[in-house]
T-cell receptor, first 114, second 116 residues
Framework: DGGITQSPKYLFRKEGQNVTLSCEQN?????MYWYRQDPGQGLRLIYY???????QKGDIAEGYSVSREKKESFPLTVTSAQKNPTAFYLC?????????????FGSGTRLTVV | AQTVTQSQPEMSVQEAETVTLSCTYD???????LFWYKQPPSRQMILVIR??????QNATENRFSVNFQKAAKSFSLKISDSQLGDAAMYFC?????????????FGTGTLLAVQP
């Protein structure tokens, strides 16, 4: 079955440490996205990529970095510059311009600072 | 900038009854998509229904239907014959049509409780 796989499900980060969240899709979707979810704030866009080797900052990109070296993969690194990284992170993909356009989401990664 | 507003942080409905969740949005675009997503306690985001702005007919998916009022920029979700499994957080979302970006803009969500 096609879908999006996020790993790990739970991640703990120490102060000053960089961590990377994995996102892989086998849907052959061109676009991929990272969202952050905090209680009472809905989902906020961190970064998105419309095509391989290209990505754009979203609304809350500070303290995060991404890469898109392969169509299937869009990892997110939470750097030490992100002062409040504890949140739920969702990866998504879509195929804009297609008849069945919509977003498919992964099952998320819960990141906690310890 | 486009925005999505859900003014009902929490709603409650009796099993088998009907409930309507509200959503308004702001955009200067004429072509766009609107979505309702469901997020159960597992936190998996599940697409409930999609509406293309150029279609006047309201979208329906089994017990779920929308009331799309383009001029009023309103997009409400009606759940008929509510079931216990409908209990979840519901997000309204907007996406521009075509163009350089297709990012999805979310409202803050409505937490729906279903009472047996």
């Amino acid at each position: 079955d096609g879908g999006i796989t996020q790993s790990p499900k739970y991640l703990f980060r120490k102060e000053g440490q960089n961590v990377t969240l994995s996102c892989e899709q086998n849907l052959n979707h061109d676009a991929m996205y990272w969202y952050r979810q905090d209680p009472g704030q809905g989902l906020r866009l961190i970064y998105y990529s419309q095509i391989v080797n290209d990505f754009q900052k979203g609304d809350i990109a500070e303290g995060y970095s991404v890469s898109r070296e392969k169509k299937e993969s869009f990892p997110l690194t939470v750097t030490s510059a992100q002062k409040n990284p504890t949140a739920f992170y969702l990866c998504a993909s879509s195929n804009p311009g297609t008849a069945d356009y919509g977003y498919t989401f992964g099952s998320g990664t819960r990141l906690t600072v310890v | 900038a486009q925005t999505v507003t859900q003014s009902q942080p929490e709603m409650s409905v009796q099993e088998a009854e009907t409930v309507t969740l509200s959503c308004t949005y702001d955009t200067s675009e004429s072509d766009y998509y609107l979505f309702w997503y469901k997020q159960p306690p597992s936190r998996q985001m599940i697409l409930v229904i999609r509406q293309e702005a150029y279609k006047q007919q309201n979208a329906t998916e089994n017990r779920f239907s929308v009331n799309f009022q383009k001029a009023a920029k309103s997009f409400s979700l009606k759940i008929s014959d509510s079931q216990l499994g409908d209990a979840a957080m519901y997000f309204c979302a907007y996406s521009p049509y075509g163009g350089a970006t297709n990012k999805l803009i979310f409202g803050t969500g409505t937490l729906l409780a279903v009472q047996p």
